[in-house]
């Protein structure tokens, strides 16, 4: 199974900061990842898809990059809503594989 | 409305059975392929098995093949989770989630748009 390394597990910041989150996978996988944002008590929801693609409905201040194996998520300026959990999924083959999250908090 | 509601969740104690189910609401659920993942205390978010839209193509993470059924009735809009001989590692939230096709410039991707709430499956003496 593919492995995928985020980093930092949590970071704290401020309303308006810029944000940056990594994801290492073990091998090559083009750029096929996703994000998904995971507030507590609920189900993850999908932010970004296909390493840069926005899903609809998610706001513009996310962004994502990368491909192989380096990836990025960027928040351009955080809001109160985005303090959740991130996490990276590759979609690259079987078992699909998600990172460990990344918790952004105040 | 677009909905996934999962149950079944409960507590079983090592080495029983339990199945879930999950109803679907608000898009064409036939066309769609659907996922299991869950989210215990140990391992965090992890991808179980996903079944496509016919039911003759199902995958499953090595840790539950063998144990875990995946199945659907596409009639009843539905879809389900056998699972045998639980251990203790299983425990965890059970989600539900379509599995969309989002296919650009000639490459396949896919990525879960739609989730369900979660199930607590607790596995314990």
């Known amino acids: 199974a593919i492995q995928m390394t985020q980093s930092p597990s949590s970071l704290s910041a401020s309303v308006g900061d810029r944000v940056t989150i990594t994801c290492r996978t073990s091998?090559?996988?083009?750029?096929?990842l996703g994000w998904y944002q995971q507030k507590p008590g609920k189900a993850p929801n999908l932010l970004i898809y296909?390493?840069?693609s926005l899903q609809s409905g998610v706001p513009s201040r996310f962004s994502g990059s990368g491909s192989g194996t380096d990836f990025t998520l960027t928040i351009s300026s955080l809001q109160p809503e985005d303090f959740a959990t991130y996490y990276c999924l590759q979609d690259y083959n079987y078992p699909r594989t998600f990172g460990q999250g990344t918790k952004v908090e105040i | 409305e677009v909905q996934l509601v999962e149950s079944g969740g409960a507590l079983v104690q090592p080495g029983g059975s339990l199945r879930l189910s999950c109803g679907a609401s608000g898009f064409t659920f036939s066309s769609s392929w659907m996922t299991w993942l869950r989210q215990g205390p140990v391992k965090g978010l992890e991808w179980v098995a996903n079944i496509n839209q016919d039911g003759g193509v199902k995958n499953y993470v090595e840790s539950v093949r063998g144990r875990f059924t995946v199945s659907r009735d596409n009639a009843k809009n539905s879809l389900y989770l056998q699972m045998d001989s639980l251990r203790v590692e299983d425990t965890a939230v059970y989600y539900c989630a379509r599995d969309r096709d989002l296919s650009q410039s000639g490459n396949y991707y896919d990525a879960f748009d739609i989730w369900g709430q979660g199930t607590m499956v607790t596995v314990s003496t």
């Open positions: 296909a390493s840069s």
């Open positions: 091998q090559d996988i083009r750029d096929e």
